[in-house]
């Protein structure tokens, strides 16, 4: 990058600090919960408009798309274009995205507090910083058409406000996104988690709703009757006696978990109904697979067991959501692109990029044989708790990050 441009940056960041906090107090304290990103939605469509954005979307998800394109597409653009893919036809696209929503179930307002050095929030920088280095960046190339001709060079550009990373979203957004435009995409970009992280390998993960039901009935008089919760903490005991598989694939992270358990209805009734939601993820397809088989085995034995004991009890499953793992992806390009990015975090951190595997909206692009980074733009802690934290003098380093990403460095 030449020297004009590397100043240009710097002072753009420097000059936009104030501004840059300012966004953030006000977005942070937008409730965002997966599938109700709404509120966030219309703010971010309408910050980006009075910025000079010309095309700016909010699609059936409440993905915020801002289509920034490349001279030759602008003078061959259709303007009663009504769809992106109309827009974009025939032409790349890179994609850099932040997610919109947090991990709380909030409707009201977020609480917010800082001091001098730090700022709190619920998802203050998971995502909610991301959010904002990326929506200051796109104002810099806004309003400098000489930095968006550059950044546009080799095709058009996508920012995009995506919705539902979090929880049970189930990467909606973004598959949304991919089914309209995956065609076109040549490379994806997502802003997440914190510096100086730089995720180049996805971690998928299963995720199961079990129910057990039993005939149930009074705690005295039909005692010896199936017990609805004793067979589900069953069920989670015999889960755990897995070791998670290690060495089906060289550092290959597995884990499960049970999140969440309720069932019952008084102290004198024998349980009819209990409820867990279970999960395995690896970065291994192998250990998925391993894991699935495991899961699968344990409960159609107790399905079995069940009903011997009781002949109304049953077991049922229910699928929560399937994080997919990489798949077909040209591991020179990801490699070169992953260097790339690593470099631009060393650069301008003074730290070595954190490669480690994690599961993001980067999981979508990856599963579709496309070269995806995730790349933290915060320093923070405690991310999907109230306690959640950033550096507020670390945003000027990820909005660095950010905009020589964008500009080619």
Request: net charge negative.
């Amino acid at each position: 990058m030449d020297l004009f441009v590397s100043q240009a940056i710097r002072r753009y960041v420097r000059d936009s600090h104030a501004e840059e906090l300012e966004l953030l107090r006000t977005l942070a304290r937008i409730p965002a919960p997966s599938h109700h990103e709404e509120q966030r939605a219309s703010f971010i469509a309408g910050w980006l408009h009075a910025h000079g954005a010309r095309n700016v979307r909010v699609d059936d998800e409440k993905n915020v798309l801002c289509l920034l394109m490349n001279p030759r597409a602008r003078r061959e653009a259709h303007h009663d274009a009504q769809t992106l893919a109309e827009s974009v036809k025939n032409h790349t696209l890179t994609m850099y995205a932040a997610h919109t929503d947090v991990v709380f179930p909030d409707t009201t307002e977020l609480p917010i507090r800082e001091d001098d050095v730090r700022m709190w929030a619920p998802g203050v920088g998971d995502d909610t910083a991301n959010l904002v280095n990326l929506l200051m960046a796109t104002k810099f190339l806004l309003q400098n058409p000489l930095a968006l001709d550059r950044a546009t060079r080799k095709g058009n550009i996508l920012v995009v406000a995506n919705t539902c990373e979090e929880g049970l979203g189930n990467l909606a957004g973004t598959r949304n996104l991919f089914d309209e435009v995956g065609d076109c995409v040549d490379r994806y970009f997502s802003f997440d988690l914190y510096l100086p992280q730089c995720i180049s390998v996805c971690v998928g993960s299963e995720r199961y709703q079990i129910d057990v039901e039993c005939t149930g009935g009074h705690s005295y008089h039909d005692y010896g009757n199936a017990n609805a919760i004793e067979e589900l903490c069953s069920i989670i005991e015999d889960l755990y006696r897995i070791n998670p598989p290690t060495d089906v694939m060289d550092g290959a992270h597995t884990t499960m978990n049970v999140g969440k358990i309720e069932g019952g209805t008084t102290i004198n009734s024998i349980p009819s109904h209990a409820m867990a939601k279970f999960e395995f993820r690896s970065s291994s397809r192998e250990n998925i697979e391993v894991m699935r088989a495991f899961f699968e085995s344990v409960i159609e034995r107790h399905r079995h067991e069940l009903m011997r004991r009781d002949d109304a009890g049953k077991i049922e499953l229910t699928t929560l959501g399937v994080r997919p793992y990489a798949n077909g992806v040209d591991e020179a390009a990801l490699q070169r692109m992953t260097e790339r990015s690593a470099a631009i975090v060393r650069r301008v951190t003074g730290r070595e990029a954190d490669l480690r595997p994690a599961s993001t909206d980067a999981n979508i692009p990856l599963s579709l044989g496309i070269p995806a980074n995730t790349i933290g733009t915060v320093r923070g802690a405690k991310l999907h708790t109230r306690g959640e934290w950033i550096e507020k003098e670390s945003l000027k380093e990820g909005l660095e990050v950010v905009l020589r990403l964008m500009l080619g460095d």
